[in-house]
């Protein structure tokens, strides 16, 4: 069975700085999609990025990147230019590409909380 | 605006009482998904269904039932049989297929009084 682990349960960063969330995950699969979700305040979970685990260049989306390394099983967030909007729970999330019985479950980790300090 | 709605926000119980959860999606996504979020604790999904008049069990769906008779809708019933209810609900959709991404809904705050 796959699973997601977040071993950092908080953060810390300065605004405009910029800072790393940390996930690992378990598998035996090949191919597979990781995700980065953000859970703000609010509760409304939000995608921040999305990588595909046959490509090799990271993804980036604006001030958020990944650093995927596949043989390590590892996949983290870079957040750069920290604002204070940023500060929220951060969900590391795996999906199979493959279909089992029928549907693609997720696995989240345990989140991380960030907080940005002004 | 197309999304997922979820209502209430937050909803009371009295022991021993079923509610229901109500989730609506205008996406025109084939599957919906129930999880549950508790403090400390990632996400666990209850139930999901990717077409209407079919739907799995997940991790957790002792306690738990669904229906999906529209594809618009996937409302939970929180039934008297689970045993600690008070948790935060998100209801999610996707599209089916090898990339989908799912989008989540604003979530319903149950507690048990």
């Known amino acids: 069975a796959q699973t997601v682990t977040q071993s950092q349960p908080e953060m810390s960063v300065q605004e405009a700085e910029t800072v790393t969330l940390s996930c690992t995950y378990d598998?035996?699969?090949?191919?597979?999609?990781l995700f980065w979700y953000k859970q703000p305040p609010s509760r409304q979970m939000i995608l921040v990025i999305r990588?595909?685990?046959?490509?090799?260049q990271n993804a980036t989306e604006n001030r958020f990147s990944v650093n995927f390394q596949k043989a390590a099983k590892s996949f983290s967030l870079k957040i750069s230019d920290s604002q204070l909007g940023d500060a929220a729970m951060y969900f590391c999330?795996?999906?199979?590409?493959?279909?089992?019985?029928?549907?693609?479950?997720?696995?989240f980790g345990t989140g991380t909380r960030l907080k940005v300090l002004a | 605006d197309g999304g997922i709605t979820q209502s209430p926000k937050y909803l009371f119980r009295k022991e021993g009482q079923n509610v229901t959860l109500s989730c609506e999606q205008n996406?025109?996504?084939?599957?919906m998904y129930w999880y549950r979020q508790d403090p400390g604790q990632g996400l666990r999904l209850i139930y999901y269904?990717?077409?209407?008049?079919?739907?799995q069990k997940g991790d957790i769906a002792e306690g738990y039932s669904v229906s999906r008779e529209k594809k618009e809708s996937f409302p939970l019933t929180v039934t008297s049989a689970q045993k600690n209810p008070t948790a935060f609900y998100l209801c999610?959709?996707?599209?089916?297929?090898?990339?989908?991404?799912?989008?989540f809904g604003p979530g319903t705050r149950l507690t048990v009084l």
């Open positions: 999610a959709s996707s599209v089916v297929s090898s990339t989908d991404t799912q989008y």
């Open positions: 999330a795996y999906r199979s590409a493959a279909v089992a019985s029928g549907t693609y479950k997720y696995i």
């Open positions: 598998t035996s699969e090949s191919d597979y999609y």
């Open positions: 269904s990717q077409i209407v008049n079919d739907f």
């Open positions: 990588q595909e685990a046959y490509k090799q």
């Open positions: 996406l025109n996504h084939d599957a």
